[in-house]
């Protein structure tokens, strides 16, 4: 299973994930989260990472021209869309794209089978990193037909049974490893890790 630590803005919490078993992080480039990182910050960080890991990069309704630059500015394996984006918009991204979706009243045949699906908790306006748990029963529903990651208040504390639930290609875990917003836990972190491998 895929694990994403999402939010970083050190370098020293990138090893640290990595260390710990992820295989993706995330970087946020969405000016109003308290995670947001500078493209050229993310850059630096990400140039640190070893091959097998992936670097993707968080962008909330920002024009697609702008979220190319910085995939192409960061080298980012994959773009990660949580806004209103529509599936043109990602047919228009020029890197493989992650979409968060809230299940309800969405369709998920718009989105084509390329697109990762991402089910996140609800929150209109802090769009991600928020610590409100998913729906799960909704994110199991949607694991069933597509290749989901579950997101939304995943902590060191439900994260397997979540996994369980759900049963999702991956997991994507922002604020339940973080000492403060954008700054990881190394002790939370190593929980985390410790609780999928059990």
Not at 1 to 14: F, H, N, Q, S, Y
Not at 57 to 67: I, L, P
Not at 69 to 88: I, K
């Amino acid at each position: 299973m895929v694990v994403k630590i999402c939010g970083l803005t050190r370098v020293e919490d990138a090893r640290e994930a990595v260390e710990q078993g992820a295989m993706a992080v995330g970087f946020v480039f969405w000016p109003d989260s308290p995670r947001f990182v500078d493209p050229f910050r993310a850059r630096a960080i990400a140039a640190t990472l070893p091959p097998f890991v992936a670097a993707v990069g968080v962008f909330v309704n920002q024009s697609v021209s702008y979220v190319n630059h910085v995939a192409s500015l960061v080298r980012l394996t994959a773009v990660q869309l949580h806004g209103e984006e529509t599936p043109s918009y990602a047919l228009a991204v020029e890197r493989p794209v992650i979409k968060a979706i809230v299940p309800r009243g969405q369709s998920l045949d718009d989105w084509p089978s390329r697109v990762t699906l991402l089910v996140d908790a609800d929150d209109p306006i802090r769009k991600g990193g928020t610590g409100s748990r998913a729906d799960w029963a909704a994110a199991a529903a949607v694991a069933g037909k597509r290749r989901v990651l579950l997101a939304g208040g995943l902590t060191p504390e439900n994260i397997a049974e979540a996994v369980s639930t759900v049963r999702p290609f991956g997991v994507d875990v922002s604020s339940g490893v973080e000492a403060a917003p954008g700054i990881k836990d190394p002790r939370r972190l190593a929980a985390l890790f410790r609780a999928l491998q059990s």
